[in-house]
């Protein structure tokens, strides 16, 4: 077990407990933010952490492009132990793709370039390179052109950090979790991770690290102290600032008259903020890092509205780190704990069992509603397994062939990890002709609502927040099998 974080209160470490409460009545308020989990830390103490449930603090959780900040950490040590050269032509360590790579400037990209999301080219390549060679993405992504010299442009390009996960895997011979467990996982104290991999041997970098939000917070904590971890450097001296530096400018105008924390420039792997810098990821997953207040916001959610998160941060958090402590025993302090302790979604709302004809919805099957699953397509069935036990009715969703069972039992949300794929599940019979359910996947930010229609035996299906690389509902859980 790896030791905790130390912890104090808000008012110990200079926090206002009132702009925190603001902070999370403003998260819980807005209709398209869902916080998942949250952990704020002042001179590296933990002030305020919480999650709602049915997510948990030891749940692991998938990152999206916040993994990317991890992939540029592993570079960082790489080249530390002179693994790796920023300098060098990133052909250079892919002599099998030598004759294939005749385009100047994608022979003239540099390891500080895909770093950089600086590779010359003008907008995303990962479709394009995957077109080129579907099995070989760095041959494909090497093959589209740059439009513009290497580190003269930006654009956020999943194939340039795909491309550096390549060669520290390659060059350290381990995957990058492993090549991480013992110079930053275990020394940060960071407990199990898992990295989804494309192909099969090597972790993909540029998002598919799932992992807990404590593991955020340590990571932010890492880099708020230049690379230090309990008086031992980790990281070499220098990355830091370099790693957290814009390096190319993406934004028309200047960066300081940009209202979006997206043109505020790009470091290694990392975002400029309009205050201080973060790694983040789709969906709302942050490692914000506030050298100014010596502070990190390390969260997990689902949301499109990044943005909005960063606005409500700089509107509640940022006035509530004050320059000196706050004097004596503080009420708001404890209010602000006992909140912290009870934080919950709302379940969807339904009854556990039909009103009326009960025995109609016993073991009944549902087809998709106009024969497609809008935002789903591989999910082809729903049953309801007939009759009720102890444990309750069950719900079998069927996904390209494969059935995945939940049960419906109760108010609030049922969690089960003992399945597939772990999940919570909420909701119920809203009349008597319709069944609505949310299921949460929870290692990941996605919920599906289902929906069935008893007369005409249909049922329809959104996501909540859409997977961007899953393959099912079955794939939606942490790899495991990482370290």
Known sequence: MSRPLPTSTPAAQGVD?????????????????????LMILRHGQVVS?????????????????????????????????????????????FPEFEADITDPRSRAMLVRHVASMASGHLAETYERARVLDPQEVVRGFLLVPPERDPGTVFAYNQPATYTLAAILQRVTGRSLSEYLRPRLLDPLGIGEVAWTRYPADREIGFSGLHATTDAIARLGLLYLRDGVWEGERLLPEGWVAEATRAHVANADGTPEGAVSDWQQGYGFQFWMSRHGYRGDGAYGQF???????????AMTAATEQMQDVLNLVWEHLLPAFGPEPLPGERHEDTVLAQRLARLALPPAAGKPAPPERAEDWSGAEFAPYGGVCAGQPTLTAVGIGAGADEGGRRLTLTDDGAPLTLRLAGHGWNVEDDGPVPTAVSGGWTDADTLVVDVAFLETPHHLVVTCS?????FTARWRTAPLHAESLHSLRAPRGSV
């Open 17 to 37: 407990a009132s702009g925190v409460q603001a902070f999370l009545d403003a998260l819980e308020a807005a209709p398209d933010i869902e916080p998942h989990g």
């Open 49 to 93: 952490s919480g999650w709602w449930a049915p997510y948990a603090p030891d749940r692991l959780h998938l990152l999206y492009s916040l993994s990317k900040s991890f992939t540029s950490t592993a570079a960082g040590l790489a080249v530390a132990e002179g693994l790796i050269r920023l300098d060098d032509p990133v052909i250079s360590y």
């Open 287 to 297: 490692c914000l890092v506030l050298p100014e207040c010596d502070a990190v916001v």
């Open 454 to 458: 008893l007369p005409d035996r249909t």
